[in-house]
């Protein structure tokens, strides 16, 4: 299992860009979450899925896209890139339920953008 | 609405030195869980321990140790005889209920330096 992917590891843009962040997972898993970490301010959710054609926005979804039609891919659509934008982003994944390893998030390797 | 604050930004202990990292939570919920991660200087997220709201146990996994108190609201992380390697930076996470979605937040970290 390759657990959860992330493309492109880094990325700079200029500002007013769009581009897409990739997240995939193979583990089955009905949560996907997208996550940016910033300096003393922890991981904010930025978008989730709880699965296929349902998503939902987080703390933070300003400026931010997101489509779930499969189950694997949670892709992250920024639309017009701005220097607050700059970040790591994270995605994550975890299954539903309440027993055993459920809720715990997998996380992908992070992206980390900068937005000129 | 639920917070998790760790009010530690950053901490320094001497190798072998035990450590506490503290953690407290605010929910309404009677039903959630609360979490432990490490960012190690690589950047990846790591899951460390899972407990649901019903199980006040301590637990502990070789040098690490949690102290679950639900009447101070609190989820603490003990290492013990510290090593260089444990040094990362540890978040708390609580996960409860929002609508049909198990709505996770984090704090914002606690930075571990272990000084050999």
């Known amino acids: 299992n390759a657990g959860v992917t992330q493309t492109p590891k880094f990325q700079v843009l200029k500002t007013g860009q769009s581009m897409t962040l990739q997240c995939a997972q193979d583990?089955?898993?009905?949560?996907m979450s997208w996550y940016r970490q910033d300096p003393g301010m922890g991981l904010r959710l930025i978008h989730y899925?709880?699965?296929?054609?349902?998503?939902d926005q987080g703390e933070v979804p300003n400026g931010y896209n997101v489509s779930r039609s499969t189950t694997e891919d949670f892709p992250l659509r920024l639309l017009s890139a701005a220097p607050s934008q700059t970040s790591v982003y994270f995605c994550?994944?975890?299954?539903?339920?309440?027993?055993?390893?459920?809720?715990?998030?997998?996380f992908g390797p992070g992206t980390r953008l900068t937005v000129l | 609405a639920q917070k998790v604050t760790q009010a530690q930004t950053e901490i320094s202990v001497v190798e072998k030195e035990d450590v506490t990292l503290d953690c407290v939570y605010e929910t309404r919920d009677t039903t959630y869980y609360l979490f432990w991660y490490k960012q190690p200087p690589s950047g990846e997220l790591v899951f460390l321990i899972r407990r649901n709201s019903f199980d006040e146990q301590n637990e502990i996994s070789g040098r690490y140790s949690w102290n679950f108190q639900k009447s101070t609201s609190s989820f603490n992380f003990t290492i013990t005889a510290s090593q260089v390697v444990d040094s990362a930076v540890y978040f708390c996470?609580?996960?409860?209920?929002?609508?049909?979605?198990?709505?996770?937040?984090f704090g914002t970290g606690t930075k571990l330096q272990v000084i050999p």
């Open positions: 996470a609580l996960s409860e209920k929002a609508g049909g979605y198990q709505k996770v937040t």
């Open positions: 899925s709880v699965g296929a054609g349902i998503t």
């Open positions: 583990m089955n898993h009905e949560y």
């Open positions: 994550a994944s975890s299954y539903s339920g309440t027993s055993g390893r459920a809720l715990v998030q997998f």
